[in-house]
Nanobody, 124 residues
């Protein structure tokens, strides 16, 4: 059973940084694509960034490109999202997600496993 557990959210001032973690367990993730999504209050869940675990290839949503960095630690089976230059519009619940395979997709329904989410609040 795949389990994804996010942590690292919190309250930060605009311009600040946070690093989110997603501890993955239940299987080897070398053949998986891992991703971060976010959902702001009253809005739909949207794609933030993804990473193909074995190859390390990354892709970012336009709103976070140049500010956020997705990475993983193979030894710890953990996915990260380093968020710099945070803006109030980055306020959302951030979710870690996983799908088997390397197909490039940002579609929510393509991801099979989800964490419970971690709240990020950026004050102005």
């Amino acid at each position: 059973q795949v389990q994804l557990v996010e942590s690292g959210g919190g309250l930060v001032q605009a311009g600040g940084s946070l690093r989110l973690s997603c501890a993955a367990s239940g299987r080897t993730f070398s053949g998986y694509t891992m991703a971060w999504f976010r959902q702001a209050p009253g809005k739909e869940r949207v794609f933030v960034a993804r990473l193909w675990w074995i190859g390390g290839n990354t892709y970012y949503g336009d709103s976070v490109k140049g500010r956020f960095t997705i990475s993983r630690d193979n030894a710890k089976n953990t996915l990260y999202l380093q968020m710099n230059s945070l803006k109030p519009e980055d306020t959302a619940v951030y979710y870690c997600a996983a799908r088997l395979g390397s197909r490039n997709t940002n579609a929510i329904d393509e991801y099979d496993y989800w964490g419970q989410g971690t709240q990020v609040t950026v004050s102005s």
